[in-house]
């Protein structure tokens, strides 16, 4: 008669044990962040498959000089980051776990990540045909909708006939459809297959808002016949309010305002910054956010003033502004904006402000994020 093995006395297999056996320095990090600890164990699964699945990334990071705990891991101002957005392109072709892919391309949305992006197109038209097709009507991690944000960065004239053929897909997840259309506005500032296609798809139950968004940002105040008419007549109540909004937006524009410029060498020496990226159009949402996180009011129309600044930008130029505020306390204090324009429909902007303040500006940029992933 064979001998019986051995019982185990760890019989602990949670995803939690199990993290903390395999990954006894990353289940350390959360242990000690208790705001970004998991309450709930399916979130234990996710990072445990995502701790696999991205080792070989990390340690080929470190190799060359990053030592990142996860891949979204927070890497501060300064840190060249060109060493993880090299790594993350060579690794998306072998990564087949949709949330580590995700949060691969995630790291290629960066504003630093574009030159390389741009120069890796082949590459993420080829991933973008399979994955469409791998996830169409079941994308629960979303990897198709930040893979549309990084081919949209990549894509050419020549890629509209499919960029079109994805965003018209309905298989697709609605926000994978509409990072596409939006990103057809540089495509569609003149007369052709682009703006054919987006006038078409402003009738679409899922993506018409976003059509409406791209049209009135590549044709301007050319756009003003046909925004005023979707707003009357359109049969999709979120079609007229997004004709609405963009004519209104469009007709203030004829007020050219300015802020004076200014240096960020002005700002006290202890003041730190972040930056994101976004369409110019969005300035007044992001000083609604910022203002509503520091709980104080900025100067009176310095909302339309910044977007008018952001919007009269030539691609490759920048400027900074320095606008001051007063808390609730009383305590005056200052925030930098440095505006650079990346392309003619999209805007970098650093931000600079007072350290006491990075929660309520970290706030405010997930809020500014949150709202681009629910349109």
């Known amino acids: 008669m064979t001998d019986c093995p051995p019982e185990t006395t760890d019989t602990d297999s949670s995803a939690e044990a199990v993290l903390s056996r395999e990954f006894p320095t990353l289940h350390a990090f959360y242990a000690a962040n208790s705001i970004l600890r998991p309450d709930r164990p399916e979130i234990w699964d996710r990072i445990l498959r995502v701790a696999r699945n991205s080792k070989p990334i990390l340690d080929e990071l470190r190799a060359r000089g990053l030592d990142l705990l996860r891949l979204e891991h927070y890497t501060p101002p300064g840190t060249d980051r060109r060493p993880i957005y090299v790594t993350m392109l060579e690794w998306l072709p072998r ?3 949709p949330l580590t892919l995700s949060i691969c391309l995630g790291r290629l ?5 574009r030159p390389l992006v741009k120069k890796n197109r082949e590459l993420l038209l080829r991933l973008a045909h399979e994955w469409n097709e791998r996830l169409a009507g079941n994308d629960s991690e979303r990897t198709l909708s930040v893979l549309a944000q990084c081919v949209m960065r990549a894509a050419q004239e020549r890629d509209v006939l499919q960029v079109l053929s994805w965003a018209s897909d309905q298989r697709l997840p609605t926000d994978a459809r509409a990072s596409y259309v939006i990103d057809l506005e540089r495509f569609a500032r003149k007369p052709g297959r682009a703006r054919d296609g987006l006038l078409a798809l402003v009738a679409d139950a899922d993506v018409g808002s976003p059509a409406v968004w791209a049209l009135a940002g590549a044709m301007k105040s050319e756009a003003l016949p046909l925004l005023h008419e979707l707003r009357k007549s359109s049969p999709r109540e979120s079609v007229r309010e997004a004709a609405a909004f963009d004519a209104k937006k469009l007709e203030a524009r004829s007020r050219r305002l300015e802020l004076p410029e200014a240096d960020a060498a002005v700002l006290p020496n ?3 910054s ?9 300035m007044p949402e992001l000083v609604s956010v910022v203002e509503e996180e520091i709980k104080a009011l900025l100067p009176q129309r310095v909302a339309d003033q910044l977007a008018l600044s952001a919007v009269q930008l030539k691609r490759g130029r920048h400027r900074f502004h320095i606008v001051p505020f007063t808390r609730p306390s009383g305590a005056s204090s200052q925030l930098g904006f440095r505006l650079s324009a990346e392309d003619e429909d999209a805007v970098i902007v650093e931000l600079h402000f007072d350290p006491t303040l990075r929660g309520a ?6 809020r500014l994020l949150a709202n681009d992933d629910r349109k």
């Open 95 to 97: 990564v087949q776990e």
């Open 109 to 113: 949305t960066e504003p630093g990540a």
């Open 270 to 272: 202890d003041f730190e």
């Open 274 to 282: 972040t930056s994101i990226e976004f369409d110019t159009d969005r």
């Open 361 to 366: 500006i970290e706030r405010a940029l997930n």
